[in-house]
């Protein structure tokens, strides 16, 4: 198999060589863009959104934050305490049974399931005082197991988790245990895939970004849960990034949440000396590519964030000044399948 995978690179390489000859007299600074990129140094849009249905996504979170929290309702299985001021014999901890009721001396079963704390201490106050001169009750809840939600998927520890008023998804992601994890070439990585992963409330699925909420702590889309909110943790199955072109170790990885241009990169022993000015990244598949280059010397002195990649992005690093755009669709986009089956091959060996 390790001889298999080392053709497949040596074919990899082959393939990508014709790029670099019968070279057309277009220049690639001139004819690259393909509407993708206006300006030479502009740097890959990240988010994948456009800007109309970003503008309504976040209206909806904001809306979301403006929402005053709902007023808590005791529900089956909290435990309160019941006082009786004076009466110490009518006072009572206990659990709400499965019924949503308490039993109380005096009245039996009471039942205060759904209702507010002030709403169960009137209903007991009404209740006692054909008994009790001028009732006066307290109403404390000591332990509330009712305001839950659940959290499933590519978790470590799914189940269901208790909330407080103030618990908020990145809260929930922390309780389950973050990330679950496999064993990949002896390393163990994290198979949570943020982007695709969903919140859901009564129903609907909410438009949070969990990268965002989670990884860069934005407070709008790190919204406040609430109960029988369901998460769901997307697991990535067969995701993974390519590195080719003028690089030291071209291959194919596994794609980690996170994971940018430079670190892939890194993993293919960086660019050799011939390469060119920009690095170019193929999305959305060879079958329909969205092409971007991208300034990657601008990135290492601070003048761009490095390039957040997706699942299947193709980075390609061009030869310097041997890879006008024209040669490079002309010959790469015919060998589509081969490409697929070569890195396919190479990814199978890594396994």
């Known amino acids: 198999m390790a001889v298999d995978g080392r053709l497949a690179l040596v074919a990899l390489a082959a393939v990508l060589a014709g790029c670099y000859s019968d070279r057309w007299t277009s220049k690639y600074d001139t004819v690259f863009g393909m509407g993708n990129v206006e300006d030479d140094n502009a740097v890959l849009e990240t988010s994948g959104r456009d800007e109309e249905s970003e503008i309504a996504r976040m209206e909806i979170l904001q809306k ?15 435990q309160i305490d019941v006082r009786v001021y004076g009466h110490d014999d009518l006072s009572v901890t206990t659990k709400v049974s499965p019924d949503g009721s308490i039993g109380m001396v005096f009245l039996g079963q009471v039942e205060i399931s759904g209702r507010t704390i002030s709403e169960a201490r009137d209903t007991i106050e009404s209740g006692l005082a ?3 001169r001028h009732p006066v009750v307290g109403v404390t809840v000591l332990e509330v197991s009712s305001e ?12 269901l988790y208790n909330i407080s008023s103030s618990s908020r998804l990145a809260d929930a992601y922390a309780m389950a ?9 002896g390393v163990d ?12 409330r009564d129903g609907i699925v909410l438009p949070v970004d ?36 003028d690089v030291a170790n071209p291959h194919r990885r596994l794609y980690e949440s996170g994971m940018g241009l430079i670190e892939a990169l890194t993993s293919a022993g960086w660019m050799k000396e011939t390469h060119w000015s920009h690095v170019v990244i193929i999305r959305n598949g060879l079958s329909d590519p969205k092409m971007y280059k991208v300034d990657v010397d601008g990135i290492l002195i601070g003048k761009y964030k490095n390039i957040r990649l997706r699942p299947n992005d193709i980075i390609y690093v061009p030869k310097d000044d041997a890879a006008e755009y024209n040669v490079f669709i002309r010959k790469l986009l015919p060998t589509a399948q081969l490409f697929s089956l070569l890195t396919s091959r190479v990814s199978a060996v890594s396994q």
């Open 64 to 78: 979301l934050a403006d929402e005053e929290g709902q007023a808590y309702r005791i529900n089956a299985g909290d």
């Open 177 to 185: 245990g973050g990330s679950d994890e496999r064993l990949f070439n």
């Open 148 to 159: 839950t939600i659940t959290i499933s998927g590519a978790c470590a520890r799914p189940g």
């Open 210 to 245: 969990f990268r965002a909420a989670i990884e860069g702590g934005d407070r709008l889309n790190n919204v406040k849960l609430r109960k029988g909110d369901y998460i769901f943790i997307a697991q990535r199955m067969e995701s993974s990034v390519t590195i080719c072109g």
């Open 130 to 132: 054909p008994y009790v």
């Open 189 to 200: 990585v994290d198979v949570a895939d943020l982007e695709n992963s969903v919140l859901v």
